[in-house]
């Protein structure tokens, strides 16, 4: 049973850096708890021009979606134990599924299948995605989601995927267990999250043509659980879901703050004013002052 807005609390903050803090956070912010109810919930995207949040529910294959005037509803089952969500350029609903082994998008309320497959082998079973300003996809895909299906992909890659020419490449081979990922404002630079053994963050630079990633030096460790879903703002601060709730990082590294929630968190998103948290069984929210 899904319930509506619970609990409205004063955020307990762990602030490091109090100069920062406040230009991310107002005086008195609070975490609201906007349902609760739900069995692993991950890849909040915010669709700013309906005003809804559109989230994922990987054991119940379903898609969910909040808004404040009705709560949270089915966005769509079965989902294909859809992780990770975006927004493509034109606005269209991108989606990394796990049990379809693909990355799908929704036009028109048609879902197609944009890729699920590496040099004829089925992918293991994507996990997020983020698109970049000239189109292309890039996604990680880990092997949580493979379920019964036995790996035939190498690795755990981080790819690349241009949709006009159908080419598909691996930019990134050396990750254990590659999760959330988001470019910096103005891509020069892409942040992936490891949730596996080193439980980090990893920054690289794009080249200028934008096709391929040099460096991965460690951009912030996860000091309780794993970093899951990432998310960058306009400023170029990295948000993480933690074993904590959430964290923010400052475009060097450092922590700004963490904020605490009674579960922990899989995954982040910005957007309405708003830092959304899918907290396994829970979707939580406190005002921000940035946007991505």
């Known amino acids: 049973m899904l319930l509506p807005v619970l609990a409205l609390f004063a955020a307990d903050f762990d602030i490091k ?8 956070f107002a005086p008195g912010a609070k975490v609201e708890k906007l349902a609760t109810g739900m069995q692993f919930i991950e890849g909040p995207v915010w669709v700013d021009k309906e005003k809804k949040l559109i989230f994922s529910d990987i054991p119940a294959n379903e898609l ?3 808004t404040r005037a009705e709560g949270v509803k089915t966005f769509r089952k079965p989902s294909n134990n859809t992780n990770g969500n975006t927004l493509d350029r034109a606005g269209n609903l991108v989606s990394a599924e796990h049990a379809a082994h693909r990355i799908s998008r929704t036009v028109n309320g048609q879902v197609e299948s944009l890729v699920e497959r590496f040099e004829g082998k089925d992918l293991n079973s ?4 983020v698109v970049k300003s000239d189109g292309s996809f890039w996604f990680t895909d880990p092997d949580y989601g493979l379920g019964g299906r036995k790996k035939v992909q190498a690795g755990n890659f981080v790819y690349r995927y241009d949709a006009k020419s159908k080419e598909l490449v691996p930019v990134i081979k050396d990750f254990d267990k590659p999760n959330g ?4 404002p103005g891509e020069k630079k892409l942040y992936v999250a490891d949730s596996g053994g080193p439980k980090h ?41 933690t074993g904590h709730g959430a964290q923010v990082f400052a475009p060097d590294g450092h922590l700004i703050a963490t904020i605490n929630l009674p579960e922990a968190g ?11 948290v899918t907290a396994r069984t829970s979707l939580y929210a406190v005002p921000v002052k940035t946007r991505r």
């Open 126 to 129: 994507p996990n997020d995605v």
């Open 181 to 184: 990922l988001c470019f910096a």
């Open 64 to 66: 969910k979606v909040w």
């Open 201 to 241: 963050i990893r920054v690289f630079n794009v080249s200028p043509d934008g096709k391929s990633v040099s460096g991965g030096e460690l951009f912030a460790k996860i000091d309780k659980g794993g970093p899951d879903g990432i998310r960058c703002d306009k400023a170029g601060n990295v948000w993480s879901s």
């Open 266 to 276: 899989a995954n982040v998103e910005i957007g309405g004013g708003m830092l959304f």
């Open 17 to 24: 850096d109090e100069k920062a803090f406040k230009k991310l």
